[in-house]
């Protein structure tokens, strides 16, 4: 009987025990989960994973004026990590800049900043990397700085005269919202650290909006070579949450660093947090030099009346207006706007130079999971690059000082940024036109080929212009260039069957990929358009090869997978030439790129209704802002994916071609014609 009792009694104890270890459990998962949202928080993943390293096993090289750093392994791994550091040791490192064997840290890492941390989250935070992170054995890579910043005693008198280790004080005058805000931006987000003016001694100027110095809180500074703008009366709190969620708002989209931040950590913050944070930054007085942060975005304005008479202009139009928009608007969720775009308005230029000589991608988040890239472009001159930023920082409502040559100069020798390809072909440069004796003319010729519809509305009978196939306005290489291509004229022409002039070339397109009526070849019009074909021929001869060329070749024995190309259309091309090929406006009607099928688009007689052809010229040239090829950040698909995908749209319904029984008279028809 006793024996049963206490059986019993086991069985009771073992079935209350359940619930409290569960309770246990679900404790413990909630601290995790807490210590991971306070790691987002922070931003921990960003400095201490190294590029396709390991994430939180550090090695990442950060460059500082004294000097490379290396983050350090902070995984719980017990020889390398941080495995066998207490708690009270994890704190000191965080609050004071002290690791548990007594090395002093250098302020890189923002333990000033960390310090303000509530000790209910530092303590979420020491669970998580122990428990929630892998361990990773990886050693610390020791730092190269320069003397006497490499004697790592020093950082002690440092600490004593700039860090305050004592927790965030919630300020009773303000609102609960305001503080919430002040305590992620002041301690755990370290917005400071790159937004704040530094000291001579590298300190920051203030670590709070208090006092005296507060002034000098976020209000910008430049770091590695980028300007991290003030954040001090920031725009509308929603525009704030927009661009800490998604990367980008109305008025900007985040680059350099910053791009990270945002895929790392801010897009993870709850609506509660990001609206506590734009809720503090836009309560804090404008500072001293900071830009006016509009409550409406500038609407889009007419292109500049200097856009095809001044180099800067031309220079825009060529390397910028396919992205960005002669009216500065740029492309709703793809390509940022200029006008009143604050990297472009700043009174530093540092950022605009740092995006043009190295490139830029947007940041990854869930909302704008494609990353798009704009390519350096370095291998401009410095002058040219001068004109460009000038023009752009003088127009749309913008109004800063121009950018000279020398400070292109000088951040050029500091980052020395790459080419982005190695090809031999020789990239016109529209801002030459200007010096041609027949200069009007010739404008006049490359105008009409950018922008066909609008000024030949009679001859164009789609939403097509010529640089819709010929890139910028013929000036890119494997984009049907117009370099070299009136030296072959009069020429043979296999599917008219005949030798051909120029002009009866140029309308050719007209009639085909335009799918529109000819133009009078003597015409004031098309001898401008030839004028311009002169003015690219250069010095090329008939027996010439020019590089660059044509569309490039691909080879037609790859059999096209239709059910893939449709795949690749929805996932690579679709953003831009929309679900059913219609192309892409914007919301008042104004074309931003051009349809695929359909009656907008090219006819059956045209080149690219041929499916090679089409996709020798997608392998080359497609997608745009994809890669880091110049001069539109194009190319990425695979030979066999632009054989899938042109196929796929190529055969896709389209108007008529009403003399196409007259082509090809002699033979020779390719395979791949739609008649």
Known sequence: MDSALSRLALCAAALLSIPALQASEA???????????????????????????????????????????YSTNITPDPNTGIGRYSF????????????????????????????????????????????????????NQAADMVWPFNMRWGLALWNWAFVDSQPFEADPDRDPLINRGAYLVQGLGHCGACHTPRGLAFQEKAMSDAGSSGKHFLAGETVEHWRALSLRNLWTVPDTVQLLKTGQNRFATVSGNMAEVI??????????????IAAYLKSLPPGEDDLPMPAVALAPAAPPDDLFSSRGGLGYTQFCSDCHRTDGGGVEGMFPPLAGNPSIASKDPTSLLHITLTGWAS??????????????????????????????????????????????KALR????????????????????LLAAPNAEQVIRGMRLHLQTKALLPDNVGNSLNCTSCHLNAGTVADGSPFVGVSAFFPGYAPRAGKVITLEERINGCFRRSMNGKPIPPQSADMQAMVAYFDWMKNNTLP??????RGVGKIDPSIKPDLANGQQVYVKQCAVCHGDNGEGLARADGTPVFPPLWGEQSFNLGAGMARTYTAAAFVKRNMPIGFHEGFPLGQGGLSDQEAVDVAAWFSQQPRPDFADKAKDWPNGGKPVDARY
């Open 27 to 69: 404790v413990e998962d909630d601290l995790l989960a807490r210590g991971k949202y306070v790691a987002q928080l922070g931003d921990c993943v960003a400095c201490h994973t190294a590029p396709q390293g390991p994430p939180m096993a550090g090695g990442l090289q950060l460059q500082t004026p004294m000097g490379t750093l």
């Open 543 to 548: 027996g010439d090869k020019v590089a660059g």
């Open 263 to 276: 895929h790392h950590s801010t897009q993870h913050f709850s609506d509660a947090d990001l609206t506590a």
């Open 88 to 139: 009270e040791q994890f704190d000191r490192a965080m609050r004071e800049g002290v690791s548990a064997d007594g090395t002093y840290l250098y302020p890189a890492m923002p333990y000033p900043s960390y310090a303000k941390m509530s000790e209910a989250d530092m303590r979420a935070l020491y669970a998580y990397l122990m428990q929630g992170v892998t361990p990773i054995s990886r050693s």
């Open 413 to 432: 020798g500091q980052l020395n940024p790459q080419t982005t390809d190695s090809t031999t072909f020789q990239t016109p440069r529209l801002a030459d």
């Open 363 to 408: 940041a990854q988040t869930a909302t704008h999971s494609r990353v798009y890239t704009m390519p350096g472009f370095a291998r401009l001159s410095d002058q040219e690059i001068a004109e460009i930023l000038s023009f752009v920082r003088g127009r749309w409502g913008n109004d800063s000082p121009a950018v000279t040559p020398d400070q292109v």
